[in-house]
Nanobody, 121 residues
């Protein structure tokens, strides 16, 4: 079992910042990829940013320079710094990771429950 818990969402005004946090725990041997996706009602879940164990990052083109993904001091945490937020950034943000299980060494993907980010004046 792997648990993925996000935090840090909320209501902010346009131009403000938020920092999302995500921690994965449980039967984890190693994590290859951690990152964030987001989804608004009626649309597909879309990539925000991901980072690999080697430190390679990938951002949605529209978010480059605005959002910053980083790994925590512990390997199983990831953060998303969101600056200069716009109303169109309103969505549920989901944390995800691809890891190797410490129980059977199988590779699996996991998702958190999501955290709501609302940007509105």
């Amino acid at each position: 079992q792997v648990q993925v818990v996000e935090s840090g969402g909320g209501l902010v005004q346009p131009g403000e910042s938020l920092r999302l946090s995500c921690a994965a725990s449980g039967d984890i041997f190693s994590i290859q990829v951690m990152g964030w996706y987001r989804q608004v009602p009626g649309k597909q879940r879309e990539l925000v940013a991901v980072t690999t164990a080697d430190g390679v990052t990938n951002y949605a083109d529209s978010l480059k320079g605005l959002f910053t993904i980083s790994r925590g001091n512990t390997e199983n945490t990831v953060y998303l710094q969101m600056d200069n937020l716009k109303p169109e950034e309103t969505a549920v943000y989901y944390c995800t990771n691809r890891n190797i299980s410490s129980r059977d060494y199988a590779q699996r993907n996991y998702w958190g429950q999501g955290t709501q980010v609302t940007v509105s004046s």
